[in-house]
């Protein structure tokens, strides 16, 4: 197909996804009015699919903002399901919380503040999903703690992987203030695809979604 309108492909495929969940969609709402970064509409598709097929028992988000997106993993997963989030910015936490105790899947989320690589640092349990949408320099630390927390089988979903395209850039081409997230964002998607601990695939989707699988121990 040449000359193929990307924002135009994107805008038709997203026309046949709108949530049907009227809170979900009323949070999605205010948070783009508010300008709370929250995954995009394309990455909520790929959620909602890896969620309904995967099934998992228990959830680690790194990266809460106002809890839209650990009540949407919610809906879309068993009311067994256990969701774990953290988040270190307090305005957000309080909005978060406020939203999870109206949402209907209270007693599924438990919101914990800090910071996401000490408090990943501090946890026990396995997770078969691990959700990182947070501090992007902080990448190659939640993927170290993210090793030994996911289960075998487990998923991990990283967001916001190519920075706008920016990734592809030389550091002298990205500006001084961005040059360290660049730096470590390049180290976690080496890392990451040269383990051999896992199968990982890097997508296109919304700003980049980076999804691995932790192998089994053969």
Do not use: W
């Given at each position: 197909?040449?000359?193929?309108?990307?924002?135009?492909?994107?805008?038709?495929?997203?026309?046949?996804?709108t949530?049907?969940?009227?809170f979900?969609?009323?949070?999605?709402?205010?948070?783009?009015?508010?300008?709370?970064?929250?995954?995009?509409?394309d990455?909520?598709?790929?959620?909602r699919?890896?969620?309904s097929?995967?099934?998992?028992?228990?959830?680690l988000?790194?990266?809460?903002a106002?809890?839209?997106?650990?009540i949407?993993?919610?809906?879309?997963?068993?009311?067994?399901?256990?969701?774990?989030?953290?988040?270190?910015?307090?305005?957000?936490?309080?909005?978060?919380?406020?939203?999870?105790?109206?949402?209907?899947?209270?007693?599924?989320?438990?919101?914990i503040?800090?910071?996401?690589?000490?408090?990943m640092?501090?946890?026990?349990?396995?997770?078969?999903?691990?959700?990182?949408d947070?501090?992007?320099?902080?990448?190659p630390?939640?993927?170290?703690?993210?090793?030994r927390?996911?289960?075998?089988?487990g998923?991990?979903?990283?967001?916001?992987?190519?920075?706008?395209?920016e990734?592809?850039?030389?550091?002298?081409?990205?500006t001084r203030?961005?040059?360290?997230?660049?730096?470590?964002m390049?180290e976690?998607?080496?890392?990451?695809?040269?383990?051999?601990?896992?199968?990982?695939?890097i997508?296109?989707?919304?700003?980049?979604?980076?999804?691995?699988?932790k192998?089994?121990?053969?």
């Amino acid at each position: 197909m040449e000359n193929l309108d990307y924002d135009r492909l994107d805008s038709f495929i997203d026309s046949f996804f709108t949530e049907q969940d009227e809170f979900i969609r009323e949070l999605e709402y205010s948070a783009i009015r508010d300008e709370v970064p929250i995954i995009r509409r394309d990455t909520q598709q790929l959620l909602r699919f890896i969620l309904s097929a995967q099934r998992p028992g228990k959830i680690l988000e790194i990266g809460t903002a106002v809890g839209f997106s650990a009540i949407m993993m919610a809906k879309y997963t068993p009311r067994e399901t256990r969701i774990t989030t953290v988040e270190d910015y307090g305005p957000r936490i309080e909005q978060a919380e406020k939203n999870i105790a109206v949402s209907g899947y209270a007693e599924r989320i438990e919101l914990i503040e800090g910071d996401g690589a000490k408090v990943m640092a501090e946890l026990k349990d396995s997770f078969d999903l691990i959700f990182i949408d947070a501090a992007k320099a902080q990448y190659p630390a939640y993927f170290e703690e993210a090793r030994r927390l996911l289960s075998e089988g487990g998923i991990l979903v990283a967001d916001n992987c190519l920075k706008g395209g920016e990734i592809v850039e030389s550091k002298f081409a990205v500006t001084r203030r961005n040059r360290t997230i660049h730096k470590r964002m390049r180290e976690f998607l080496l890392e990451i695809t040269r383990s051999p601990e896992f199968v990982t695939t890097i997508l296109p989707i919304g700003d980049g979604v980076v999804l691995a699988v932790k192998r089994a121990v053969s």
